[in-house]
């Protein structure tokens, strides 16, 4: 059963707006993440925000050949050198929502919530979705949803946060 | 970016998560230092949640290094000018 809760306020909608967000993609392993991360700089895009993608080289060829004609997707850049650009001051982003079925996702959604200034979503979901939110120990607004392939449960929670 | 892979290293821990990467820097090695998310050591940006521990070891450094898909891993890497970096630090 892939079920689905949101946490804090962040059942309040994100006001629509030119804005830089970043889309920060941990490891493909989980389906639901790429589908996800389309739906996601969809609506983004089509509400006027300016999406950059971060993610590793896998996570970013399969964004890259779900959407050959960049409908979706803008500009893309390896998830260490994005990290490596906000710690250095050279770049940052209004939004960012971060995915993170596992503790590596967490770590740098956690670097994200120290490094950048940046308004912090970070979406959990996967399998071991409720057990990974308890160790979350920095500021965000949190989207979990024990979701593996079926990406609903987490598309409700954007659609709540999303205008 | 990283050039880790270029330098002489130890994997002192494998695949673990960043908690467990940084109790096992705590517990083992007498001198840390705490840096903050995004410190930039061996060329690599260091990816954790605070307190984010390195430790040294003679001419050693002790840290953690998180990849996406495999996890956290903790090094060993000599560097005597990182570690000039560090002291300097605390």
Redesign the interface.
């Known amino acids: 059963m892939e079920g689905s809760e949101s946490s804090g306020d962040a059942a309040a909608l994100i006001n629509s707006g030119k804005r830089r967000v970043l889309l920060l993609l ?2 493909p ?1 989980v389906p639901v993440q790429t589908s996800i991360a389309l739906y996601l700089a969809h609506n983004l895009r089509r509400r006027g925000d300016e999406v950059v993608v971060a ?2 080289g ?2 970013l060829k399969l964004m890259k050949l779900a959407d050959p004609m960049g409908h979706y997707i803008g500009e893309t850049m ?4 994005c ?2 650009s ?3 001051g050279k770049m940052d982003f209004e939004l960012c929502f971060a995915f993170a079925h ?7 959604a ?2 994200m ?3 950048s200034g940046a308004e912090l979503f970070l979406l959990i979901f996967g399998r071991g979705a409720e057990e990974l939110e308890k ?1 979350v ?2 500021d965000c607004r949190k989207l979990v949803a024990k979701a593996v392939h079926d990406p609903v449960p987490l598309k409700r929670l954007i659609d709540e946060v999303i205008d | ?2 050039c880790i892979e270029e330098l002489k290293y130890e994997v002192l821990l494998s695949q673990c ?3 467990e990467a940084r109790e096992y820097i705590k517990k083992n090695f007498k001198y840390t230092v705490e840096v ?5 050591i061996f060329n ?7 307190p984010l521990l390195v430790g040294i070891e003679e001419e050693k450094v002790i840290f953690p290094y ?7 891993f903790v090094m060993r890497i000599e560097g005597k000018e990182e570690i000039e970096r560090l002291r300097a630090k605390r």
């Open positions: 941990g490891c392993e993610g590793t896998a996570a390896n998830i260490d050198r990290i490596a906000i710690s250095e596992s503790d590596a996702g967490i770590s740098y956690g670097t919530s120290y490094i160790t120990d920095f | 970016m990283s998560s960043f908690k903050p998310p995004g410190y930039r690599v940006h260091l990816i954790g949640v605070p998180t990849k996406p898909c495999y996890g956290t």
